[in-house]
């Protein structure tokens, strides 16, 4: 199993000082992401529109190899508009022709129950996504049914493991493997802030405890998957890059036979790493 770790998004104000180095413009803040990281899921598209032209300049800051996930646009996973549609396809195709779009996340709300018409929803984006790899998070726990992890991969899409609270209602922790790509997301298991704003909702900093039950599952899940990508989206605080860190230490040591890719790029002259690293 290839393992791909990164976080959710990059580019955050409060990451400078501890993760960046102080005094950090925030143009530089993907080269530098860079040197830790071979992986990144853009969080931002959810609330715009990227064009092809913004995700271009993108990648032209990563080195060769470095991939990126995209989140759908709220049109498309809550709104349930197809406006956006065809839009939001062309302007991820040139990360395609790059080979540096490793896959599209579609982050669906609570409301969001299983039925048909939202089953026929989610066909209809595979469709619309052929040949881009769409992986899809539930939040809402009618989805945790037997059936859904196979009818996801006959529709070609992959299902989202999530790190999250025990909460009614919530879409439950744990691996569910429904294909030969395992995706994780780690948000949070602060039940108590669940429902605050997001901010508030994804502060919360995973101990090695809680980290080696997904490096254990995952060793289970090896058999039968070819990679697994894994994003902290607790990023409040740099939580979220401490921990995919931590995450690339754990994972050799606990289970070598799993391969990590790591940083694609070297550290630039001068570059030191956040206090957490040293």
């Given at each position: 199993?290839q393992v ?5 998004g990059?580019?955050y104000?409060?990451w ?6 102080s005094g ?9 992401y ?8 853009l ?15 993108l ?23 197809t406006?956006?549609l065809?839009g939001?396809?062309?302007a991820?195709?040139d ?6 779009l490793?896959g ?5 709300p609570?409301s969001?129950?299983e039925?048909?018409?939202?089953r026929?929803?989610?066909?209809l984006?595979?469709r619309?996504f052929?040949?881009?790899p769409?992986?899809v ?12 992890p196979?009818?996801?991969g006959?529709?070609g899409?992959d299902l989202?493991s999530?790190d999250v ?6 879409y439950p ?6 294909g030969?790509?395992v995706?994780?997301?780690f948000h ?8 605050a ?17 997904w ?16 994003l902290?989206?607790?990023?409040h605080?740099?939580h ?7 995450m690339q230490e ?7 036979t ?16 956040g206090?957490f690293?040293?």
């Amino acid at each position: 199993m290839q393992v791909w770790i990164g976080t959710s998004g990059y580019s955050y104000s409060d990451w400078v000082g501890s993760f960046y180095p102080s005094g950090t413009p925030p143009r530089r803040m993907l080269a530098h992401y860079c040197e830790t990281f071979s992986l990144v899921e853009l969080n931002f598209t959810f609330y715009r529109p990227p064009t092809g032209g913004q995700l271009a300049r993108l990648a032209d800051q990563t080195p060769p190899g470095f991939q990126f996930l995209v989140k759908l646009h709220q049109s498309l996973s809550h709104e349930r508009d197809t406006q956006e549609l065809a839009g939001f396809r062309v302007a991820v195709e040139d990360l395609r022709r790059r080979n540096q779009l490793l896959g599209l996340l579609c982050q669906l709300p609570q409301s969001f129950h299983e039925n048909g018409e939202n089953r026929d929803w989610l066909t209809l984006l595979a469709r619309a996504f052929a040949g881009c790899p769409l992986a899809v998070e539930f939040r809402h726990s009618s989805w945790f049914r037997e059936d859904v992890p196979a009818w996801l991969g006959e529709q070609g899409l992959d299902l989202v493991s999530v790190d999250v609270p025990d909460l009614p209602q919530l879409y439950p922790r744990g691996l569910v493997p429904s294909g030969s790509r395992v995706y994780v997301r780690f948000h949070s298991r602060n039940g108590r802030n669940w429902y605050a704003p997001d901010k508030d909702r994804y502060d919360y900093k995973y101990n090695d405890a809680e980290m080696t039950e997904w490096v254990e599952a995952l060793q289970r899940a090896s058999p039968q998957t070819e990679r697994a990508l894994l994003l902290f989206n607790n990023c409040h605080r740099s939580h979220a890059a401490e921990n995919a860190r931590r995450m690339q230490e754990l994972l050799p040591r606990l289970a070598p036979t799993l391969t990590l890719v790591g940083p694609l790029a070297k550290p630039g002259p001068g570059t030191r790493q956040g206090a957490f690293f040293t």
